[in-house]
C-alpha cells in the first residue's frame, strides 16, 4: 500500500457485538482531508463483535480486523493494534462508546503539532443523570486527578507511534488503570498532555448488562491493580490506595443486609447481590494487591534507551 496514512484508529474489542456497531457507524461517518485507517483488534470474542465489525469493512477505505486473542486484556489487544498500524500517529477509542462529528480531525490535526493528545469524555448520552454529572466533574479537561498525577483514559487518546513503543505500550500486566499508568509514563518521561476539547467522545459507564462474575472480576482487578501502581510509583510521591480494613467492614455490613433483603422487592435484592459481588471482588483485589506484585518500581529513562537503541 502506497497511500501516506496520517492516522491509525485502534478499536479493541472483546464481546463488543451489542454496541461496536454504534462506534463504528459513528466513525464512518467522520470527514478529514488526510488517508487513515480503522483497526477493529479482536480481543477472543466470543460473541459476534467480529461479524459486526465485517460488516463495516466496505464503509471505510483502509479497515482491518486483527486477531488480539493470545492474551485477554484491553493492554494486550491496543498494543496489538499498535503493531499493525500503518500510519505514524495512532488513536484509541472504545467498542462500547461513540465518537462525536469531528473526533477524527480533531485528533489527527492535534497529532500534527502536539505527542499526546487527551480528548473529551462526554457522558450524557448513555448513562443517568447523576451518573453523568458525576462522571463529568471527575474527567475535566479528559484526565482524571486522583491520588497521583494527571491519569487519562485509553478510550479517547493520540499519540504518536514511535512514543508509544519507546514508552513500552501499554502495560500488559495489568487488568486494571493500565491506561492510567500510560499516562503516568509519559509525563515521568518529560511529554506533556495536550487536551483537545474538539475530540469528543459519548462514554458508556459499566458495562451493558454486567453479570455478578464481571461484576466481582472487574472490582477485583480493579483494586489489586490500584494497589500495584501505588507499589510502582509511591517513590514519587504516589498517594496509597483505600484500606483493607475499610474494604473488609463495608463487605460485612452488605452482608449483613443480606438477612433483610431477602423479604424485599426483586430489583432491591438484584442491587444487594450486584453490591455484594463488586465489593467481595474489592476485598480480595485488596488482599491480592498486597500478597503479589507484578510491576516493579518504574525507573524514568525508557525514551533515552529507546533512542540509543
Not at 464512518?28 to 480481543?43: G, H, K, L
Not at 489487544?77 to 499498535?82: D, K, L, R
Amino acid at each position: 500500500m502506497n497511500v501516506d496514512l496520517k492516522l491509525s484508529v485502534i478499536i479493541p474489542c472483546f464481546n463488543g457485538g451489542a454496541t461496536l456497531a454504534t462506534q463504528l457507524e459513528a466513525l464512518s461517518m467522520q470527514t478529514w482531508s488526510e488517508a487513515w485507517e480503522i483497526i477493529v483488534s479482536n480481543n477472543g470474542s466470543t460473541d459476534n463483535s467480529v461479524d459486526v465489525a465485517k460488516q463495516y469493512e466496505n464503509r471505510f477505505p483502509y479497515f482491518q480486523i486483527i486477531d488480539a486473542s493470545d492474551r485477554r486484556g484491553g493492554p494486550y489487544a491496543i498494543n496489538q493494534g499498535a503493531r499493525a498500524a500503518r500510519s505514524k500517529n495512532l488513536a484509541c477509542c472504545d467498542a462500547d462508546d461513540e465518537v462525536q462529528p469531528g473526533w477524527v480531525a480533531a485528533i489527527g490535526n492535534a497529532l500534527s503539532e502536539h505527542d499526546v493528545v487527551c480528548g473529551k469524555f462526554s457522558f450524557d448520552k448513555f448513562n443517568e443523570p447523576r451518573i453523568a454529572e458525576r462522571s463529568a466533574v471527575a474527567w475535566k479537561d479528559g484526565l482524571y486527578k486522583g491520588r497521583f498525577l494527571p491519569g487519562g483514559g485509553s478510550g479517547n487518546l493520540g499519540i504518536k507511534k514511535w512514543i508509544h513503543e519507546a514508552i513500552g505500550g501499554f502495560d500488559e500486566c495489568l487488568p486494571h488503570a493500565y491506561d492510567a499508568d500510560y499516562y503516568w509514563r509519559l509525563q515521568l518521561e518529560g511529554f506533556s498532555l495536550y487536551f483537545e476539547p474538539k475530540a469528543i467522545i459519548q462514554i458508556r459507564v459499566g458495562r451493558v448488562n454486567p453479570t455478578l462474575s464481571s461484576l466481582y472480576r472487574r472490582s477485583k482487578n480493579r483494586f489489586a491493580s490500584n494497589y500495584w501502581c501505588y507499589k510502582r510509583y509511591k517513590n514519587f510521591g504516589m498517594l496509597p490506595p483505600s484500606s483493607l480494613h475499610g474494604s473488609f467492614s463495608k463487605w460485612i455490613n452488605t452482608l449483613r443486609k443480606g438477612v433483610w433483603i431477602q423479604n424485599q422487592s426483586l430489583p432491591q435484592k438484584d442491587l444487594w447481590r450486584q453490591s455484594l459481588a463488586q465489593q467481595t471482588g474489592e476485598l480480595m483485589g485488596q488482599l491480592k494487591g498486597r500478597l503479589m506484585n507484578p510491576c516493579k518500581s518504574y525507573q524514568p529513562g525508557r525514551i533515552q534507551l529507546y533512542s540509543k537503541g
